[in-house]
T-cell receptor, first 113, second 113 residues
Framework: AQSVTQPDIHITVSEGASLELRCNYS??????LFWYVQSPGQGLQLLLK??????LVQGIKGFEAEFKRSQSSFNLRKPSVHWSDAAEYFCAVGGGNFNKFYFGSGTKLNVKP | DTAVSQTPKYLVTQMGNDKSIKCEQNLGHDTMYWYKQDSKKFLKIMFSYNNKELIINETVPNRFSPKSPDKAHLNLHINSLELGDSAVYFC????????????FGSGTRLTVV
């Protein structure tokens, strides 16, 4: 069965510190993997995606993610967090025709000054 | 502006009423989706249309009826609203191919009282 697990519900980091948000997936075919960010009261914005090639992908706002097939993981990283990064982050897996996505339950990021 | 736009942004209504949420995209995408985000932020797909044809219909009460008059519009009609229908409903669109992410609307917060 297809699923996405984000084991951390809340994460708090200090501004300027590095960040890693975890994502594990289960998918029966070649996965397409995505990270979205949702600011309060807003829709979801695509941060980055992976579907083939280099397993380290760069996204917007200084984020990157690494696909590790052996671990079924697609963790999101940022070397130095800014206060404006405080938001909810969702990992998603999808693919095939018509791109049905499965989302994780989200990780809420708080940033301390 | 190119976007996915939903109306209304907020909807407060009484149990038993019938309401509709409208969605329009001007991105030229072939596929549109409705997702429901519950109070725990979990996102679950409800419906998807490709070129006005229903292609994904998850286990959703038949009080929910999507309608797509053309490929740029996907509306959601809900009959006999219940307290449990309170959620944020997101419309999204995509090109229908597996390696693209969705573009999301900003959501409609439905509160049933």
């Amino acid at each position: 069965a297809q699923s996405v697990t984000q084991p951390d519900i809340h994460i708090t980091v200090s501004e300027g510190a590095s960040l890693e948000l975890r994502c594990n997936y289960s998918y029966g075919a070649t996965p397409y993997l995505f990270w979205y960010v949702q600011s309060p009261g807003q829709g979801l914005q695509l941060l980055l995606k992976y579907f083939s090639g280099d397993t380290l992908v760069q996204g917007i706002k200084g984020f990157e993610a690494e696909f590790k097939r052996s671990q079924s993981s697609f963790n999101l990283r940022k070397p130095s967090v800014h206060w404006s990064d405080a938001a909810e982050y969702f990992c998603a897996v999808g693919g095939g025709n018509f791109n049905k996505f499965y989302f994780g339950s989200g990780t809420k990021l708080n940033v301390k000054p | 502006d190119t976007a996915v736009s939903q109306t209304p942004k907020y909807l407060v209504t009484q149990m038993g009423n019938d309401k509709s949420i409208k969605c329009e995209q001007n991105l030229g995408h072939d596929t549109m989706y409705w997702y429901k985000q519950d109070s725990k932020k979990f996102l679950k797909i409800m419906f998807s249309y490709n070129n006005k044809e229903l292609i994904i219909n998850e286990t959703v009460p038949n009080r929910f009826s999507p309608k797509s008059p053309d490929k740029a519009h996907l509306n959601l009609h809900i009959n006999s609203l219940e307290l449990g229908d309170s959620a944020v409903y997101f419309c999204a669109s995509g090109p229908g191919q597996g390696n693209y992410g969705y573009t999301f609307g900003s959501g409609t917060r439905l509160t049933v009282v």
